[in-house]
């Protein structure tokens, strides 16, 4: 069974630093891997898809990486901003059909502060 | 991108009632996914609508107590039924667009 974790849970910085978000799955046979940003109380907002034949995808200030094979995922965010502060979510996918499932990882609560 | 439009955006509700959740997608998809996020807590599968045919529910929850309608490939609507203070959660919606998946702005539900 897949499993996803992120590290840290929660993160705290000051505006303007550079920020890691890690993601960490157990089965490395992904399809593809997703980052989210969720604010408080609301949906999800797609940032980044990586498919597993990927090592990066780049999106303004943000930059995911994949290692498919050991299971890892990074969500770098560059010069971090107050309107930065969300959970991010990642979520990985096992196979390409219209019906698979997506498994979510845990969280990080980010907070950006000026 | 797709945009899927989800209503009410949040409702408080009277235990013992049921309250139904809608989802419109901008443009035709084979499955429309719905979740539940309980307070502090990631995202949790309910069941997948399918077109045309019966959700398929995930373990541990069932449709007399979620069900689900798909009457076309653009919508979807969840039921929660007789509502209890546990059932206060956050339900998404989702949809699947060249396997990326895109979510509805969810439903804050509290149940008092």
């Known amino acids: 069974k897949q499993e996803v974790t992120q590290i840290p849970a929660a993160l705290s910085v000051p505006e303007g630093e550079n920020l890691v978000l890690n993601c960490s799955f157990t089965d490395s046979a992904i399809y593809n891997l997703q980052w989210f940003r969720q604010d408080p109380g609301k949906g999800l907002t797609s940032l980044l898809l990586i498919q597993s034949s990927q090592r990066e995808q780049t999106s303004g200030r943000l930059n995911a990486s994949l290692d498919k094979s050991s299971g890892r995922s990074t969500l770098y965010i560059a010069a971090s901003q107050p309107g930065d502060s969300a959970t991010y979510l990642c979520a990985v996918r096992r196979w390409a059909g219209t019906a698979s499932k997506l498994t979510f990882g845990t969280g990080t609560r980010l907070q950006v502060t000026l | 991108s797709a945009v899927i439009s989800q209503k009410p955006s949040r409702d408080i509700c009277q235990r013992g009632t049921s309250l139904t959740i809608q989802c419109q997608v901008d443009?035709?998809?084979?499955?429309m996914f719905w979740y539940r996020q309980q307070p502090g807590q990631s995202l949790t599968l309910i069941a997948t609508?399918?077109?045309?045919?019966?959700?398929?529910?995930e373990s541990g929850f069932v449709i007399d107590k979620f069900p689900i309608s798909r009457p076309n490939l653009t919508f979807s609507t969840l039921t929660v039924s007789n509502m209890s203070p546990e059932d206060s959660s956050i339900y998404l919606c989702?949809?699947?667009?060249?396997?990326?998946?895109?979510f509805g702005q969810g439903t804050r539900l509290t149940v008092v």
């Open positions: 989702s949809a699947h667009r060249n396997t990326e998946a895109f």
């Open positions: 443009s035709q998809v084979t499955m």
């Open positions: 609508a399918n077109q045309g045919s019966e959700a398929t529910y």
